[in-house]
């Protein structure tokens, strides 16, 4: 038998042991954590709607109309009006015959590679894929075949090479550690060219990107024919809670019938899928805050330029500041825990090694007092100052 003690001592040398901390109340920039305030630049929720009221009102709304379980499983008794009508209006939305929610997308993920793939077909995936997309590869049974990041020539050859009866190119729209966007246009071409299905995960664009928080794919304008397999969160961008997956109508109904991940789960409670409904609503009539955070970003990365922080490319929400050896990136992240800022330590496995970094997350809820507040800790850390 493993011995756990001593495992779990050594990830604590290395500075890879994770620790839960515990918040009181509400998401929004200034929590108290383990019974101190600070402010935090480690949430996703980055359109700041976790704790808007109409969020507030539509889960009391619907818990007054639904209670608060689903009682069962979508197939069973579990799909209420609610579900099917939030279903419907993020197929509109996403300009998609279908959707079909899951309880997570954690659960979209697995549901969907291990429902259209099996032995002797091959998965195509970005090295930086979310774990979800590499462990639904691993359920499928299918040859997984990864890529260089972002690396198109890569995945081309790949392609050609491939033999597979079956061939699903998947990738995150925004990548979750890193947080740059995934070639999306040049995937879409390549995976017409050489019959694959492209499916991407836009857990971190749904809401922040495009025109009308599309995501990712309004963001390059790409219709369903290019990019045919849509999965996105609602506990980010829209600040709820759950996922869906968005195609024609063929693929829904097919993971209906053969998706264990949506099968064999209690549905989300009908009163979260009410949540997302005005969270949807939100996004059109609250469109100022894609707007300020994307002017927030600005703001952050014009900054840290000109005090020299190394923050990775990225043009979203998610602003990584490389560090490199986990130990370094956790005693960071505490010591500026200590003066009252909270953010994560991203470290190995989550990052390749050599990589590690904070994590830092960006929200229209936060002013740009706190953003200047939050530039001048950093650089006073990282000179090594007071």
């Known amino acids: 038998m493993k011995d756990l003690t001593q495992q ?3 990830r604590d040398a290395a500075g890879l042991y994770r620790r839960r901390r515990v918040v009181d109340g509400p998401q929004q920039p200034w929590l108290r954590v383990d019974g101190r305030e600070v402010l935090s630049f ?3 929720d980055y359109l700041g709607l976790a704790n808007h009221p109409k969020l507030i009102e539509a889960m009391k709304r619907g818990a007054d109309g639904y209670g608060v379980g689903s009682g069962a499983a979508h197939l069973v008794s579990g799909h209420s ?3 099917h009508q939030l279903e419907e209006e993020l197929a509109e939305f996403t300009s998609r015959e279908r959707a079909l929610l899951f309880s997570t997308g954690y659960m979209a993920n697995l549901g969907v590679i291990a429902s259209l793939l099996g032995p002797g077909d091959t998965v195509f995936q970005d090295r930086l894929n979310h774990a979800s ?3 639904g ?7 997984l075949s990864r890529y260089a990041h972002r690396d198109m020539a890569a995945l081309e050859q790949q ?3 491939s033999k597979a009866s079956e061939r699903l190119v998947v990738s995150d ?3 979750s550690m890193d947080g740059d966007i995934a070639p999306l246009p040049t995937l879409a071409t390549l995976s017409q060219q050489h019959q694959a299905w492209l499916m991407v995960d836009d857990a971190h664009g749904f809401g922040v990107l495009g025109a009308r928080g599309a995501g990712v794919l309004e963001h390059y304008q790409l219709d369903s024919q290019q990019a045919p397999i849509l999965m996105a969160t609602l506990g980010k961008g829209l600040g709820s809670f759950g996922a869906f997956v968005a195609g024609d109508d063929a693929l829904i109904e097919y993971l209906i019938n053969s998706a264990r991940p949506y099968i064999y789960t209690t549905a989300m409670p009908a009163a979260q899928a009410e949540v997302s409904r005005a969270a949807l609503r939100l996004l059109d009539e609250e469109g100022w805050r894609r707007e300020k955070l994307q002017g927030l970003i600005a703001r952050f990365r014009h900054g840290a330029e000109q005090l ?5 490319d990225s043009p979203t929400a998610i602003q990584p500041l490389l560090i490199g050896s986990a130990p370094a990136a956790l005693q960071l992240s505490e010591a500026l825990y200590d003066d009252g800022l909270w953010i994560s330590a991203i470290r190995p496995p989550t990052v390749p090694e050599g990589t590690a970094r904070l994590r830092i997350t960006l929200s229209a809820a936060h002013s740009e007092a706190q953003l200047d507040r939050l530039l001048d800790t950093l650089a006073c850390h990282l000179a090594e100052c007071g």
Do not use: I, Q, T
Not at 137 to 143: G, V
């Open 81 to 83: 009006r609610a579900h």
């Open 137 to 143: 590869a691993l359920l499928s049974r299918a040859r």
């Open 133 to 135: 997309l590499l462990d």
């Open 159 to 161: 392609l050609v090479r």
């Open 42 to 44: 480690c949430s996703n």
């Open 308 to 312: 020299g922080l190394p923050l990775m």
């Open 173 to 175: 729209g925004v990548f």
């Open 8 to 10: 779990l001592a050594e």
